[in-house]
């Protein structure tokens, strides 16, 4: 009998590892299709931003995502200069604030 449940066992580990080899590249293509998604939802809220940099051409999805990361430094920055605004150092922080060029100022990083 020990030989029957080997071999039962041995078919079905070869039904699951075929059973997830072809639902590998569904789930991979739902992953790629959220984060596409997500990408555009992010190039939609931040519209003015990508015009002021770039008006006419088209952005890759790695020039979205950076300059989402230097939108919301430039945020996060303002936010603390609000808030050193009401500190009795806030003359320092400022004065450091101003020395460093924005990250949104300047280009996308592109390899080529």
């Known amino acids: 009998m020990a030989p029957t449940i080997t071999a039962a ?7 699951l590892t075929l059973t997830r080899k072809l639902r590998k590249p569904q789930v991979e293509k739902l992953r790629r299709e959220q984060i596409s998604s997500s990408i555009e939802q992010l190039k939609s809220l931040l519209g003015p ?5 770039e008006p006419d ?6 020039d979205i995502l950076e300059m989402t990361v230097c939108v919301l430094r430039r945020l996060q920055q ?3 200069q609000k808030h050193a605004d009401f ?4 003359s320092t922080v400022q004065t450091s604030n101003t020395k460093e060029k924005s990250p949104v100022d300047s280009a996308p990083w592109r390899p080529w």
């Open 78 to 80: 303002q936010q603390q």
């Open 57 to 62: 051409s088209k952005l890759e999805k790695a």
């Open 9 to 15: 066992m041995t078919n079905s580990q070869e039904h």
């Open 87 to 90: 500190s009795p150092l806030s």
């Open 49 to 53: 931003e990508f015009l002021k940099q």
